[in-house]
């Protein structure tokens, strides 16, 4: 069964800082994989996606991801943080298959400082 | 730009009764889904619905859920008997033809007393 391991339950950043959250994944062939973004009392937004093709793509509000196969990995970054980018991030994989669940890792609560 | 919207944002029952949650997904989509997120812990998965049966569902999604697409527009989750266990930030999302990407909405907040 596929699964999601974000290993850092907390990040705090200094703002203006860059950030990385980290994400590995447990599936036999390359997953559909996803960021998703949680501020308080808010629903989940997509951040950004990798289906196939350029392994680093780009998301809204200036993040990233790159996907390293070989370290069965999708990590997040950000060259310079806002305060308005705490919040909680999930990483989320779906099988390449129209329609199915996404399973999501634990989470990673971001904390800025000014 | 179009959005998943729930009712209620907050409902509070006791154990026992029947709730339901509603979604309206976006509207030419046709993918459907209900996560739930207990306090603390991650989105998990409940139901996913297509051409108007369900799809995929979790081992969570036992006899006491049911799912309903009662017209057109809406989609809807139904909770038989809740349970304190129950309680949880319920999502809706929503996919489009390609179904690999889901936009949530805003969620159900429920309270089982």
């Known amino acids: 069964a596929q699964s999601v391991t974000q290993p850092d339950i907390h990040i705090t950043v200094s703002e203006g800082a860059s950030l990385e959250l980290r994400c590995n994944y447990s599936?036999?062939?390359?997953?559909?994989l996803f960021w998703y973004v949680q501020s308080p009392g808010q629903g989940l937004q997509l951040l950004l996606k990798?289906?196939?093709?350029?392994?680093l793509v780009q998301g809204i509000k200036g993040f990233e991801a790159e996907f390293k196969r070989s370290q069965s990995s999708f990590n997040l970054r950000k060259p310079s943080v806002h305060w308005s980018d705490a919040a909680e991030y999930f990483c989320a994989v779906a099988v390449n298959q129209a329609g199915t669940a996404l399973i999501f890792g634990k989470g990673t609560t971001l904390s800025v400082s000014s | 730009e179009p959005e998943v919207t729930q009712t209620p944002s907050h409902q509070v029952t006791q154990m026992g009764q029947e709730v339901i949650l509603r979604c309206v997904p976006i509207s030419n989509h046709l993918y459907f889904y209900w996560y739930r997120q207990i306090l603390g812990q991650k989105v998990e998965f409940l139901v996913s619905f297509y051409n108007n049966e369900i799809s995929e569902k979790s081992e969570i999604f036992d006899d006491q859920f049911s799912v309903e697409r009662p017209d057109g527009s809406n989609f809807t989750l139904k909770i038989r008997s809740t349970k304190l266990e129950d309680s949880a930030m319920y999502f809706c999302a929503s996919g489009g033809l390609a179904g690999y990407e889901q936009f949530f909405g805003p969620g159900t907040r429920l309270t089982v007393l």
């Open positions: 599936y036999g062939a390359t997953p559909y």
């Open positions: 990798y289906f196939s093709g350029d392994t």
